[in-house]
T-cell receptor, first 114, second 114 residues
């Protein structure tokens, strides 16, 4: 398996624009997580899915953020409208049994909002 | 709510020497898991080692071992025979089966001197 695949690797956008980050989890993994990493706040869990169903979105900062998982092999994180404070590295991770097994991370998307 | 604390922001070690990275956590759960992840400059998060709370024996993975003190809620990582490739940011993380999500510490930057 190629691991967790995220796209794009880098994204630069203007304030107010819509941004969509994409993730393909490892085949067979039932859990998918979206994290955000910043210098100030470290790694924060935004939302996670189990069997394509959102289980906990308490980490989503505000209504401008939304995440979907239409099928077992694809998830998106959308920010609309984007703001400079959204600049961060966004990671997607997947695991086969939640915390009982290893979470495999993608290489992250570095988002810069100018 | 669970918290994970890594109080040392940076550490340095001489190549071939041993270094210990500290981590404490707070939880009221009895069934949980602890992890150390490594993040090299490539940004990829890589699992180094994991420990199940119900196991008294400390986990080891080659040059990496943990000192798990459950009563003290302490989970330190020992790296023996440090190598230049060990230079990275290290994150301690906590997970509980109750909600399947990981809580990360702020991380520690480890540098290795040749």
């Amino acid at each position: 398996d190629a691991g967790v695949i995220q796209s794009p690797r880098h994204e630069v956008t203007e304030m107010g624009q819509e941004v969509t980050l994409r993730c393909k989890p490892i085949s067979g993994h039932d859990y998918l997580f979206w994290y955000r990493q910043t210098m100030m706040r470290g790694l924060e869990l935004l939302i996670y899915f189990n069997n394509n169903v959102p289980i906990d979105d308490s980490g989503m900062p505000e209504d401008r953020f939304s995440a979907k998982m239409p099928n077992a092999s694809f998830s998106t994180l959308k920010i609309q409208p984007s703001e400079p404070r959204d600049s961060a590295v966004y990671f997607c991770a997947s695991s086969s049994r939640g915390v009982w097994t290893e979470a495999f991370f993608g290489q992250g998307t570095r988002l810069t909002v100018v | 709510a669970q918290t994970v604390t890594q109080s040392q922001p940076e550490m340095s070690v001489q190549e071939a020497e041993t270094v210990t990275l500290s981590c404490t956590y707070d939880t009221s759960e009895s069934d949980y898991y602890l992890f150390w992840y490594k993040q090299p400059p490539s940004r990829q998060m890589i699992l180094v080692i994991r420990q199940e709370a119900y196991k008294q024996q400390n986990a080891t993975e080659n040059r990496f071992s943990v000192n798990f003190q459950k009563a003290a809620k302490s989970f330190s990582l020992k790296i023996s025979d440090s190598q230049l490739g060990d230079a990275a940011m290290y994150f301690c993380a906590f997970g509980t089966g109750a909600n399947s999500k990981l809580t990360f510490g702020k991380g520690i930057t480890l540098s290795v001197r040749p």
